[in-house]
């Protein structure tokens, strides 16, 4: 029914939309140049997908009935979490604790830089950064889960595709979509779409 590269393609650009890794790059964009930004930030999202679909492969290994029910559980589960999320947020354009981690986390990288800054620092910070904010992030878990048992080359291209809409966005207009990200509304599509994801899987097994 849903290609793997549709399914991964939709969950990544939603859930990272306004997600902290979102906001990491809208900042960074802003004291950095963009170029260096996007490509320190665009290679730490394809090193993590890459590393999460070696991962989902490996647990292809597992019988495909204990994979197959896995994936049911973690899109249900995720959904649920989601939608429950988005209930309980106030209706508040973006969610401000995400910002000022974002904040907090480049704010501690800058003193970390030297004095006069290369090309190199920059690439790395952004590459560091973004890296360390996606490790253990629900679109990880999303990615690994979708490799276990589906096409490996169409979760890589929907999900790098994906990332890449995202740090685009951030990064060239970053600082004008932050205040019209309205973070209920995506964490309601984002849960609808895990929910959807987990039925499709259930149908598709039957």
């Given at each position: ?9 939709l ?16 900042i960074?964009?802003?004291h ?28 292809s290994?597992l ?7 896995a ?6 589960g ?18 401000t ?12 990288a ?31 878990i ?6 276990a048992?589906?096409n ?9 595709l ?14 004008m ?18 929910l ?5 899987a259930?149908i598709?097994?039957?």
């Open positions: 029914m849903l290609t793997a590269f549709t399914a991964s393609l969950l990544i650009t939603i859930s990272e939309l306004g997600d902290k890794t979102f906001f990491i790059a809208v960074l964009a802003m950095h140049s963009r170029r260096l930004v996007f490509a320190g930030v665009i290679a730490a999202l394809a090193a993590m997908t890459i590393l999460s679909v070696v991962v989902g492969q490996a647990a290994i019988p495909k009935a204990y994979i197959h029910f994936e049911i559980a973690l899109f249900i995720f959904g649920i979490k989601l939608v429950t999320d988005a209930i309980r947020m106030p209706a508040s354009s973006c969610d604790e995400v910002v000022e981690e974002a904040k907090a986390a480049v704010k501690q800058d003193m970390q830089l030297p004095k006069k800054t290369n090309a190199l620092a920059i690439l790395t910070e952004a590459f560091v950064l973004t890296f360390m904010a996606e490790w253990g992030d629900r679109t990880q999303a990615t690994i889960t979708l490799a048992g589906n490996t080359i169409e979760v890589i291209t929907g999900a790098i994906g990332h890449a809409i995202c740090a685009v966005l951030a990064v060239i207009g970053g600082r979509l932050a205040g019209q990200i309205s973070e209920r509304k995506l964490t309601f599509v984002g849960g609808f779409l895990f959807l994801f987990g039925v499709v259930a598709e097994g039957a």
